[in-house]
């Protein structure tokens, strides 16, 4: 079966500018969780979606949002871009909320603002 | 090339002995540990998981051990191969109501 698709593989944006990341997770998974990787922090949580509600979510400001659809596929949002939001975004899916059970990871979005 | 950031620790082994890669976790609450690896350029890809009901799990070629008592992790992989190589991440859970917790990786090296 299809694992974890996001979409678009690569971003170039403009300091000031919003960009919208898109995860469609493993068919049948209603968890979606979003994460932030860069070179100095790491792998750092932003948050988790199950049956379209935010259940969990990390320390980032609120330039940094989400959502999910009926059809558990996540968007996350990003307003008002800094340098220092360039990262690999990635998002995992589970059948179940986190922590339980196993969570894929898709490729990544990665987003370079200049 | 990278920013100055995270100085992972690596680890360089033969092709074809084993290795293992260790790993420290925070929190005493925790009850689910997943080791995955991530190659340049790709998502971090789910290895294999131990819940803490065990103190040891098998898969292929991979063995992860879990110590509650000193709150460690380790992931052996035998016969380690050249595509092996990449970094290693060993995540927790936190306890069932808390997001999974990374660490901070390990690079392994593998020489042919």
């Known amino acids: 079966k299809a694992g974890v698709t996001q979409t678009p593989r690569y971003l170039i944006k403009t300091r000031g500018q919003q960009v919208t990341l898109s995860c469609s997770p493993i068919?049948?998974?209603?968890?979606v969780s979003w994460y932030q990787q860069t070179p100095g922090q790491g792998l750092q949580f932003l948050f988790e979606?199950?049956?379209?509600?935010?259940?969990n979510k990390g320390n980032f400001p609120g330039r940094f949002s989400g959502r999910q659809f009926s059809n558990s596929r996540s968007e996350m949002n990003v307003s008002t871009l800094e340098l220092g939001d360039s990262a690999l975004y990635l998002c995992?899916?589970?059948?179940?909320?986190?922590?339980?059970?196993?969570?894929?990871f898709g490729q990544g979005t990665r987003l370079t603002v200049v | 090339g990278e920013s100055v950031g995270l100085h992972l620790p690596t680890l360089s082994v033969q092709e074809g002995d084993n290795s293992i890669i260790n790993c420290a976790y925070s929190?005493?609450?925790?009850?689910?540990f997943i080791w995955y690896k991530q190659e340049s350029g790709k998502g971090p890809q789910f290895i294999i998981d131990?819940?803490?009901?065990?103190d040891k799990r098998q898969g292929q070629r991979v063995t992860v051990l879990l110590n509650k008592t000193v709150k460690h992790l380790s992931l052996q992989i035998a016969a380690t191969q050249p595509g092996d190589s990449a970094v290693y991440f060993c995540?927790?859970?936190?306890?069932?109501?808390?997001?999974?917790?990374f660490g901070k990786g390990t690079k392994l090296s593998v020489k042919p």
């Open positions: 995992a899916s589970s059948l179940g909320l986190r922590g339980n059970t196993e969570a894929f």
């Open positions: 068919s049948g998974h209603r968890s």
């Open positions: 979606y199950f049956s379209e509600t935010q259940r």
């Open positions: 929190n005493s609450a925790s009850d689910y």
């Open positions: 131990i819940r803490s009901n065990m």
């Open positions: 995540a927790e859970n936190g306890g069932s109501q808390g997001n999974l917790i």
